[in-house]
Each structure stands twice: as structure tokens, then as C-alpha cells.
């Protein structure tokens, strides 16, 4: 099985020169303490509650958001117990949000098993969320002003970007709206990741500003590639295909066909949002799975991938740098 940081990308000759591969065995060897560590921290008296706030995060998950954090430590000072602290913080609060994304869009499964709303219910799987939050607070303290800010910060972010999606774009064009909500809802934790990792360990404040805008625009094409995966057949994303856009989600497939006008883009919108039957339902969304907004959706991720690149400029040239830059890259093509 590979390892996370194989997973994105930070291994192979980029990365065999000895000071390069020290520093990812370094992330990787953080990434199996922030592993223990979370295992520990997230130990609550009651034996319900403790049940229900580890399901997802002994489900698995990719841990990119710790990867990325212990990643922009060695900007300052590298991998310390704060840091370490931090990345359990980010990962939390990550977990935490999935309980509760799950109640609202309805969702069967994460992670290859069911939703804890339907292993319990909505009340239990919000209230499991609501216990993590907390316990992401209680990490955050010990941290300092700083990081209790940029937590609270970005759980604010978190909840205005659940609260646009479900009120709908109104009178805001529906894809611009969606963008923003990605922003809010995925891409500021991948910013926080990036950004509390350099603020924890010290480094320059200008670099804190350049990860920041690069976590959020990497965090939106993270998410559109998933849209696009959404529409993938492959057991190991653990949905079936098309889950969100069954679901009802508007994912930007869906969006940018509803901007087409011609008859065969409308028939199959209408399909999808008020199939016959079930086969119907499977013949529209595997329609569009080959439908060219699926290309149109793999290009604006690379264009907000592009974007996170740029943003990288002011950092200085090194080993962080280029995980980062090969983060970026294999976020936009794991689907191929």
C-alpha cells in the first residue's frame, strides 16, 4: 500500500537527493505520530459518544490536510510537539465537518461505509460533530492566540459555506456561487493546513499569506476533481457512481450543463433531475460521465490549480516548495 506521501506524489527522483528524502521521511514519520496521537485524543468518557466521534476517522481518509501542515512546518522552525498538535487540530476539525456535511446533503456513505446518520441518526451524527469542534477548540488553546483565531476563522468559513450551498445561489450566477462555496467549505481547512504549519513553526509571515491563497485555490480544484470522480464507476472512492449527483447535489458537471442550451443538454438534465426509474437514473448520470463538461470541469480544476502554483512564487526555492508543487499536480491528476 502506498504511503500518504507517495500518495501525493513526494516520492521518486524529485525527492532522492538526501536532504529531500530526510524531510519527507521526516512528514511521514510526523504523520504516524499525528495517527496515535489523534487516536488518543479523540477518546471521549462515554462509550456511545466515543464510538460515534472515531467512526469516521477509523474509516481512514487521506490525511492531506496533516501531509500539508507538516509539509510548511519546515519553512520555520520544522516538526515540533506544537506542530504536531496543529495537524491533529486540522484533521479534527476536517472529521468533524464530514458528520455534519453528511446529515445535510443526505449522504449513504463516507469512506467506503455508511454515513453515522444512518448508522445512528441525524441528531447522533450532529451532535458527534459538534463534540469534535469542541475538542478541536481544546487543541487550539494551548496554542495560542493566533491559532485559536485562525480555527475559529476558518470554522466560520466552514458553516457560511454549508449555509450558501443549502440557501442555493438566488439571483448569483449558480456556478460562480458553487465556486465560492468550495472555497468556504473545502478550500479554507486546506488553507488553514497549509498556513497554521508555517505560523506554528515560526516561519515568515509573508510565506503564511502565499500558503494561504495556495491552500484555498488547491482545495477548490481538489474538490472538482472529485466531482469528476463522483462520476467514476471505481469502488475504492467507496460511492457508487454518480452518488452526489443522485443525491442531488449540483455538482459543476450538472452546473455547467444546466448553462447549455441545446435540446440534448436540456433532455438530460431533466433526466437527471426527475428521472422514470432507477435505470433511467443510471443511464443519465453514466451519460454524464461522457458528457464534455466533464472535460470543461477537468480544465477549471487545472486553472485553480494553476493559480495555487503561481501563488507559491514568493517562497523560496527548496524541498518544500517542490512537495508542494507535486501536492498540486497529483491533486488534478488522479483521475487520469
Known sequence: MATIAETFGLRGPRFAPPAAARMIDAVEQGLEVVEQRLGAHLQIADPVADAVTRYLLEAGGKRARPLLLLLTAHLGDGISDDVLSAAELVEITHVASLYHDDVMDEAETRRGVPSAHVAWSNSVAILAGDLLFARAGRIAAPLG????????????????????????????DPVEHYLQVLADKTGSLIAAAAECGALVAGADAAHRTALRAFGERIGVAFQLVDDVIDLSADPQTGKDQGNDVRAGVATLPVLLLGRRDDHAARSLLARLEAPTSDADLAAAVAELAEHPVVDETMAEAERWQREALAALEPLPAGTVRQALEAFAEKVVSRTR
Open 145 to 172: 492566540a493566533e491559532v485559536a483565531e485562525l480555527q475559529a476563522r476558518t470554522f466560520e468559513r466552514l458553516c457560511l459555506g454549508q449555509l450558501h450551498e443549502t440557501l442555493g445561489p438566488g439571483d448569483a
